[in-house]
Nanobody
Framework: QVQLVESGGGLVQAGGSLRLSCAASRRTFSGYVVGWFRQAPGKEREFVGR????????DYADSVKGRFTISRDNAENTVYLQMDSLKPDDTAVYYC??????????????????WGQGTQVTVSS
């Protein structure tokens, strides 16, 4: 079982940047797909992007494509979500999640077994 610990949220002005981190504890991300999701008040949790840990490229929701970048650091056993050109609509609680790569790729929250605690991102106009 993998445990996920997130960090890096905060308050930023529109057009600014933030980087979120998702670190795995107890075991590595090897064999997992790591996804990022977000949930704004009154809205359903939505897919932001994902990256397979053992190779392959990240892919993104259309709403963040070209502004957000997911990367991994094998040595640190950490996945990052770099968010640039932030907009007020990006305000949400952001979560990282993991699922076994053997189960295939998924963009729906119910497809992920393990979740971080969430971190608040607020973008002011």
């Amino acid at each position: 079982q993998v445990q996920l610990v997130e960090s890096g949220g905060g308050l930023v002005q529109a057009g600014g940047s933030l980087r979120l981190s998702c670190a795995a504890s107890r075991r590595t991300f090897s064999g997992y797909v790591v996804g990022w999701f977000r949930q704004a008040p009154g809205k359903e949790r939505e897919f932001v992007g994902r990256i397979p840990w053992n190779g392959g490229i990240a892919d993104y929701a259309d709403s963040v494509k070209g502004r957000f970048t997911i990367s991994r650091d094998n040595a640190e056993n950490t996945v990052y979500l770099q968010m640039d050109s932030l907009k007020p609509d990006d305000t949400a609680v952001y979560y990282c999640a993991a699922r076994s790569v053997l189960r295939g790729l998924s963009t729906v929250p119910s497809g992920y077994n393990y979740w971080g605690q969430g971190t608040q991102v607020t973008v002011s106009s």
